[in-house]
């Protein structure tokens, strides 16, 4: 969804360097997200964010940062990057419509650590 | 709970035939569904979702079905076509209390639809 972009696409970097992963969106959606996706597993929630004063921890956090810079804006850092944070980034946006609030991402950051 | 690792369940059909693809969930607390179309170098693109209400939805050539007594969802595509082509994602969520729009997906399901 050209609404939401992720910044940089694709990323190689090396252990122990910090690493921060920018998402821009113009939805004008109040709710932002940060997930991975590994290999062969769907995509696991890192950090979420409901508006620009609330940031919630997912499921796995541990390893991660993150800014909400703006309503627009949500950043993802690692401050010490290891091998296994190697995986796909996504971030997405959503805006709550009644009882269903459905989520819209962006095309991704592909971040390699060697 | 999902099953976690590394091998996607996969269908395959001919181009015109209906695929089927299922998904089990495991929060019978859930209340909202949605399935996702990841294709390949992409981010997940919204399909359709069904409230806990319901029990079936149709869209443009796809339908959901829900079955809360045995917790399954189903997508059902109609005149599969190749560029159907992609990993499937079922997610739920619920939305009592501060879990409101949290999703948990499952692990996807690869289709491939031959011409």
């Known amino acids: 969804d050209a609404d939401v972009t992720q910044t940089p696409r694709n990323r190689i970097t090396k252990t122990g360097k910090r690493i921060m992963l920018e998402c821009s969106q113009t939805k004008g959606h109040d709710r932002m997200y940060w997930y991975r996706q590994d290999p062969g597993l769907g995509l696991r929630l890192i950090y979420y964010s409901f508006d620009v004063k609330d940031i919630n921890k997912g499921e796995i956090s541990d390893g991660y940062s993150v800014s909400r810079q703006a309503q627009a804006k949500f950043s993802l850092s690692l401050e010490s990057a290891i091998p296994n944070q190697t995986a796909l980034y996504f971030c997405a946006t959503s805006h709550p419509s009644g009882s269903t609030d459905t989520q819209y991402f962006g095309p991704g950051t592909r971040l390699t650590v060697l | 709970g999902e099953s976690v690792g590394l091998h996607l369940p996969t269908l395959s059909v001919q181009e015109g035939d209906n695929s089927i693809i299922n998904c089990a969930y495991s929060?019978?607390?859930?209340?909202?569904f949605i399935w996702y179309k990841q294709e390949s170098g992409k981010g997940p693109q919204f399909i359709i979702d069904?409230?806990?209400?319901?029990d079936k939805r149709q869209g443009q050539r796809v339908t959901v079905l829900l079955n809360k007594t045995v917790k399954h969802l189903s997508l059902q595509i109609a005149a599969t076509q190749p560029g159907d082509s992609a990993v499937y994602f079922c997610a739920e969520s619920y939305a009592g209390g501060t879990s409101y729009g949290k999703l948990t997906f499952g692990q996807g399901t690869i289709l491939t639809v031959h011409p």
């Open positions: 929060n019978s607390a859930s209340d909202y």
């Open positions: 069904i409230r806990s209400n319901m």
